[in-house]
């Protein structure tokens, strides 16, 4: 019977083997070098597949410069102070001169959150709830079937969905029909109002590494007592820079309140409404 090693036997083993390596390249300086150009190659195009990915493509958006981050710089308080409440939100977008429009989206997401029970199965998917204007903003229309309405924006009587075109593909085949009809998710039926194109991927902006199935309207006169929960970001109008978009942060934030049920939070958020750059920031996470 072969007996059993001692885990230090593996790591004399794995010695045996480096150095074995070791002479076999020393044996043949040409291959070796050819050998560490090719890994060398190998690391830069990976370094540059993330950087690019996260910090150099312009967003994916028509007039991408003019979309900027609203949020303060890191803090120790991390993620719950670069995001804003309900209130703070309407606010801004009502009170401020530097920007076409304001949205945002919920910040507080886990992956696999919903279920679609469907031909007697139920699969996980995973749903982000999006502020009404979210699309519009962004420059975003439809593949197929429109984006939502005010209405369902304010938690309408018949709830809707908009699926991503990846999703689209892969759990109804592509069928255009959907378009309009119902979906359950959660036990709840959900109207499919739109397909969105197969360029937009919100994982690949706002979450990198993360897979998103659908899109939900977030309902602000719930969220409204949850505290910071939006991320939010904006688009400036023609002309306006950053910097004129941060002096004008400045202007309104100590008149807006965390919640106007309180007045004691009016200027909350005074020096925390800032601007940052227009590339992606991995720490913009929004599905945990």
């Known amino acids: 019977m072969e007996s059993r090693k001692r885990p230090g036997d593996y790591w004399l083993d794995a010695l045996q083997d480096v150095r074995y390596a070791f002479w076999t390249l020393g044996r043949d300086p040409g291959f070796t070098a050819v050998s560490i150009v090719i890994l060398a190659l190998a690391i830069g195009a990976n370094i540059f597949s993330v950087v690019n990915t996260l910090l150099l493509r312009p967003l994916p958006f028509p007039e991408s ?131 969105l194109p197969a360029s937009f991927d919100f994982g690949a902006v706002f979450s990198p590494g993360s897979k998103v199935d659908l899109f939900l309207p977030l309902d602000l006169n719930k969220e409204r007592d949850w505290g910071n929960i939006v991320t939010l970001l904006g688009r400036l109008k023609p002309g306006v820079t950053m910097a004129q978009a941060l002096d004008d942060s400045k202007r309104v934030a100590p008149d807006i309140y965390f919640n106007v049920k309180y007045p004691e939070t009016k200027g909350r958020y005074k020096g925390a409404l800032q601007v940052r750059s227009r590339t992606m920031s991995p720490a913009r996470c929004a599905v945990h």
Not at 112 to 124: A, K
Not at 137 to 165: K, Y
């Open 65 to 195: 410069d003019r979309l900027i981050w609203i949020a303060p710089p890191p803090s120790p308080c991390g993620f719950s102070c670069a995001t804003y409440s309900a209130g703070a939100y309407e606010e801004l977008r009502a009170s401020n001169r530097a920007y076409e429009d304001v949205t945002g989206y919920e910040a507080f997401t886990t992956a696999d959150n919903l279920r679609l029970s469907r031909l007697g199965e139920s699969v996980p998917a995973t749903g982000i709830e999006v502020i009404g204007n979210f699309f519009q903003v962004l420059g975003v229309q439809p593949a197929l079937g429109r984006s939502f309405t005010p209405d369902e924006v304010r938690g309408g009587a018949h709830p809707v969905a908009l699926l991503t075109n990846s999703y689209w593909q892969r759990q109804f085949n592509g069928d255009t029909a959907i378009v309009g009809r119902p979906i359950e998710l959660n036990e709840s039926l959900f109207t499919v109002v739109g397909i």
